[in-house]
């Protein structure tokens, strides 16, 4: 079985308005005939990219990626000051996956998911569990309160010395607070562009940090990029700050709806960043769900690869 398939480019794509003044970049591959799939990608705010593409046998698949609000190629982009981060929330993007679902002509489609993407995965399906066939969902997060100062505190008694850095652009007085409150105002409610950049490379070292104990770690080329880095750090401290509109606990408390929806989870035993324990809670509430644990941390590798790749090849039929 391959590691992943071979690389494929999109057969269709476009730009879907889904209201807001929000213009929604898509793109489908693999087979038009084949069983639907839509990609949710990691983040928030990352975007998609040519290597997700690769999880679903070309052959038995019709694949939908799609950017997330105000990242990748969808517009406004979130690099701009200017564009409004108010329209964009978890709930949005529930009702964007909905709208397209519904322009491509979809009844039904598998849910694939990573990392942040698990979140809005789950938050999609126990809304809409009538339009979700199976899910395979890796490096699985539920995006709660303490989830996110794992992150963003506690963390940094593993990483003490970037967790220092990290620490130290934020204004003296907010050091000792909610960390991603402050970059929250540093990035989003300030005018200045040099505060503003500061704050996304120190963001995105940060974020870099946190997958740096892991086997095989390289810094990820894409925070080299300055829109990038403004883009994704604006969107992702503008998710955690406001807990991503959910409530504590609420996706752990609903997956009862998820039953009947066959599931593959895949976790990194090693996932510092995420650790197991937040799926093994989600499996166990979550009937018909199995729990995949792999020897890696959150940002896979070959072994996480090879069970996303196998539990797409036992739905695909």
């Known amino acids: 079985m391959p590691v992943q398939f071979d690389e494929i480019e999109p057969y269709d794509q476009g730009l879907l308005d889904v209201g807001d003044g929000q213009l929604v970049h898509w793109e489908a591959c693999g087979n038009p005939e084949g069983k639907p799939a839509v990609v949710l990608h990691g983040g928030p705010g990352s975007g998609c990219t040519p290597a997700h593409r690769r999880y679903f046998h070309p052959g038995a698949y019709r694949v939908v990626l799609f950017d997330q609000r105000g990242c990748g190629s969808s517009r406004p982009h979130a ?41 809005l995965a789950l938050a999609y399906a126990e809304r809409h569990p009538e339009r979700v066939t199976e899910m395979v969902l890796a490096s699985v997060t539920m995006t709660r309160p303490a989830d996110i100062r794992w992150l963003y ?10 967790w220092a850095r990290f620490r130290e652009v ?3 007085t907010e050091r000792d607070g909610d960390l991603v409150a402050a970059y929250y105002r540093l990035l989003n409610q300030t005018a200045d562009p040099g505060v503003r950049e500061r704050a996304a490379r120190a963001w ?5 940090a946190l997958l740096s104990l892991e086997d095989g770690w390289r810094p990820n080329p894409r925070y080299d990029d300055p829109l990038f880095r403004v883009a ?20 752990l408390r609903d997956a009862g709806r998820l039953a009947g929806i066959r599931a593959v989870l895949v976790h990194g035993r090693r996932d510092l960043g995420g650790p197991l324990d937040t799926a093994w809670q989600l499996a166990g509430a979550w009937p018909g769900a199995e729990l995949h644990t792999v020897e890696t941390g959150h940002g ?12 797409t090849n036992r739905f695909a039929g």
């Open 232 to 251: 994704f750090s604006r969107i992702v401290t503008h998710y955690f700050h406001h807990h991503a509109w959910l409530d504590d606990g609420q996706l």
């Open 170 to 172: 934020v204004p003296a």
């Open 79 to 119: 690099a701009d000051p200017g564009t409004d981060l108010s329209v964009n929330t978890t709930g949005h993007l529930v009702a964007d996956i909905e709208r397209l679902r519904d322009h491509l002509g979809i009844d039904a489609w598998t849910v694939w998911g990573a990392s942040w993407g698990v979140t």
């Open 300 to 311: 896979g590798g070959a072994a996480m690869t090879s069970a996303i790749v196998e539990a």
């Open 153 to 162: 505190h506690t963390m940094g008694r593993f990483l003490p010395e970037q």
């Open 204 to 208: 995105c070292e940060w974020e870099d």
